[in-house]
């Protein structure tokens, strides 16, 4: 017992490390040119809170694994040996929330505070910014935790008579219970005046996880209904539309002559809206051009990818033209292996958890088999379903962030992302992250039972005060599955279509 549990902490501290990397990695090949070798401290706070999000993630998995210590024990003190799993939980979740709600709106704000201004009074203004989003955050936080900081379980009162230890057993199915012709258990037929609400005052470190987990089931709803069904059918759809043939070189020369003048334009709108900006005169109307030049800027970019695609050049343009074709023939493949895992996340939230009861446990039941396999097999494809609720739900981002006037544009690009795209990302995939937990918690409730996330996630937060009847009726899953539809109807309609050009700057046909 105690091998087991030292090879779960050595293969924690393991992934620990190999996330960390990890994330380094990403960021040293996404950041922007403009910011290497400077902007440490958001540099610091990506890197720590991807860290963050990617290990609460796999803490459910390492949840399942550190229950099954105990699943053998010969001894009461055996469970004793094992992580402390509810604290670590309480203390990601509490992390979690002081990132997304003080330290990265720090980071932003003093990120994107004017260059010409003095270190310290960009400290100053972002301080400002925090300072008064804390006051307002603690406010809130403590009226409702003293209102409405309580639980409610519901528990009803169960008797049965009593008799004699017998001498011999003559329990069946027909006399289940003790008693002279005793058919039914007296247990069994409380009547529902025996139910009594049950209430308590839930710790103040819950109550905080449970209202980030409200926030972050709204964003949750929405970008993971529709991420789960265009993270696989865009990738599917972008083979469709792959260029088919390289383009002459006069046509290259011709689509390279419109996008420069697009160029042109863009950095003409930039100006124009930078000498406003130091005027002072900072309006809706100013704010609305500004989203209208990043909109355009992400088109042009685009097109000149499809350009470059189309037309490769220099000395081994032949083989730069094969590796384009392979990069889309991998993308069918990982959007078929997709779609695969979207259909069976979408199905097994019908069939569990909106079906009252539940027609079958499905994929609880496929990782207890495979569990049975191989220890670690049936955590791995746990670990696996959950990542990838993740990956729906930062491609469903992307996507409506694209589409929607009142979302910031903040795409991750290799090797062309400024910081503050990359904090407000980190930020959105932190807050979403503590509700895949829970969606996860809930979905596997039966192959998770007995876990410390199943405690905090199954019980606290579905019976908490003002809260529970959101978990009681399925408003969650239920909105999952309506946009995850809608997705699907959309790209089945318009997915296999090429994007139509924009005014003068696309790329002509």
């Given amino acids: 017992m105690g091998d087991f549990n030292l090879a779960l902490i050595i293969v924690a501290i393991v992934v620990c490390v190999i996330v960390f990397i990890f994330n380094v990695y990403l960021l040293v090949n996404y950041q922007h040119p403009d910011d290497k070798n400077q902007a440490y401290f958001p540099k610091f706070v990506v890197v720590f809170g991807l860290s963050v999000a990617v290990i609460s993630i796999l803490m459910l998995p390492a949840d399942v694994a550190n229950r099954q210590a105990c699943r053998h024990a010969i001894y009461n003190g055996a469970c004793s040996l094992t992580l402390p799993m509810k604290d670590l939980?309480?203390?990601v979740y509490i992390i979690d929330a002081v990132l997304v709600f003080f330290i990265i709106p720090f980071a932003m704000f003093y990120y994107?505070?004017?260059?010409?201004?003095?270190?310290?009074?960009?400290i100053k203004s972002a301080l400002m910014w925090v300072i008064t989003t804390a006051i307002v955050c603690a406010l809130l936080l403590g009226i409702l935790y003293g209102l409405v900081g309580k639980v409610d379980f519901t528990v009803r009162h169960l008797s049965s008579t009593t008799t004699n230890f017998p001498t011999s057993w003559s329990f069946s199915t027909s006399q289940p219970c003790v008693g002279n012709n005793a058919r039914q258990c007296s247990a069994y037929l409380a009547n529902a005046a025996s139910e009594k609400t049950w209430t308590?005052?839930?710790?103040?470190?819950?109550?905080?996880?449970?209202?980030?987990?409200?926030?972050?089931?709204?964003?949750?709803?929405?970008?993971?209904?529709?991420?789960?069904?265009?993270?696989?059918?865009?990738?599917?759809?972008?083979f469709i539309r792959r260029p088919k043939a390289v383009i002459t070189r006069s046509q290259y020369i011709k689509e390279a002559t419109e996008l420069g003048k697009k160029a042109r334009d863009l950095k003409k709108a930039a100006d124009s809206l930078h000498q406003e900006e130091r005027g002072g005169a900072k309006g809706r109307k100013w704010r609305k051009n500004v989203k209208a030049v990043e909109k355009e800027l992400h088109q042009l970019e685009e097109d000149v990818k499809l350009?470059?695609?189309?037309?490769?050049?220099?000395?081994?343009?032949?083989?730069?033209?094969?590796?384009t074709i392979l990069g889309y023939l991998a993308k069918l493949v990982l959007g078929v292996l997709g779609l695969i895992v979207s259909v069976a996340w979408i199905v097994h939230i019908i069939i569990y958890l909106l079906i009252d009861p539940p027609l079958s446990p499905l994929l609880n039941e496929v990782f207890i088999?495979?569990?049975?396999?191989?220890?670690?097999?049936?955590?791995?494809?746990?670990a696996f379903f959950c990542?990838?609720?993740?990956?729906?739900?930062?491609?469903?981002?992307?996507?409506?962030?694209?589409?929607?006037?009142?979302?910031?544009?903040?795409?991750?690009?290799?090797?062309?992302?400024?910081?503050?795209?990359?904090?407000?990302?980190?930020?959105?995939?932190?807050l979403c992250s503590i509700s895949v937990i829970q969606f996860c918690a809930t979905a596997f409730g039966y192959?998770?039972?007995?876990?410390?996330?199943?405690?905090?996630?199954?019980?606290?937060?579905?019976?908490?005060?003002?809260i529970k009847y959101l978990y009681k009726y399925n408003v969650f899953q239920i909105a999952f599955i309506v946009l995850a539809g809608l997705t699907f109807v959309y790209y089945a309609a318009f997915g296999w279509k090429r994007k139509k050009p924009s005014g003068r700057f696309q790329l002509s046909s």
């Fill in 112 to 122: 994107e505070g004017d260059q010409d201004k003095t270190v310290g009074k960009r």
């Fill in 447 to 466: 192959y998770a039972q007995a876990t410390a996330a199943q405690e905090i996630f199954g019980h606290t937060l579905q019976s908490l005060r003002g």
């Fill in 369 to 382: 088999k495979l569990d049975d396999v191989w220890g670690l097999l049936g955590t791995a494809a746990f």
């Fill in 89 to 91: 939980w309480i203390a």
């Fill in 307 to 323: 350009l470059e695609e189309m037309y490769p050049q220099g000395e081994k343009a032949e083989t730069t033209w094969a590796l």
């Fill in 200 to 238: 308590m005052q839930t710790t103040f470190p819950e109550y905080v996880v449970a209202l980030a987990t409200i926030a972050g089931s709204v964003l949750f709803s929405i970008f993971g209904g529709v991420g789960i069904a265009c993270l696989p059918l865009g990738l599917i759809f972008s």
């Fill in 387 to 430: 990542f990838y609720l993740l990956l729906a739900v930062v491609a469903g981002a992307m996507m409506l962030g694209l589409r929607l006037v009142f979302i910031t544009i903040h795409p991750m690009k290799w090797g062309a992302t400024l910081m503050n795209s990359f904090l407000f990302n980190v930020g959105l995939i932190l």
